[in-house]
């Protein structure tokens, strides 16, 4: 399987619900395969579709800016884009990959 993948910003600032995050926020712009080739499962939700402005968050981002309520289906914005929440990945802490927790996956490849 294979993926195509790009951060975008490392510092980003997400503002969801009523909560904005520090700006500490990974985005990465990638297509449907990153969600297997990342090792990274979801906690509820489904993978990345080819088309519309949609995205996956890590569970810390989740809980951040929702707190214990349904992430599914809101939108979140850094500023400049602004995604629909198809995904919340299974939080796993930091791996030799990165810390997709903290995390904001677009489908957004056409900065890739």
Request: charged share 20%.
């Amino acid at each position: 399987s294979s993926s195509a993948s790009r951060l975008v910003n490392p510092v980003a600032q997400i503002r969801g619900g009523e909560a904005t995050t520090d700006p500490v926020v990974n985005v990465i712009a990638a297509d449907d395969g990153w969600l297997q080739c990342s090792g990274n499962t979801l906690a509820c939700g489904r993978n990345l579709p080819a088309e519309g402005r949609c995205c996956l968050i890590g569970g810390k981002l989740a809980a951040k800016l929702f707190g214990g309520d349904e992430a599914l289906g809101r939108s979140v914005s850094d500023g400049k884009g602004r995604w629909r929440i198809v995904g919340v990945l299974a939080t796993r802490g930091l791996s030799l990959g990165g810390n997709a927790d903290n995390s904001l996956i677009s489908n957004d490849v056409t900065t890739l």
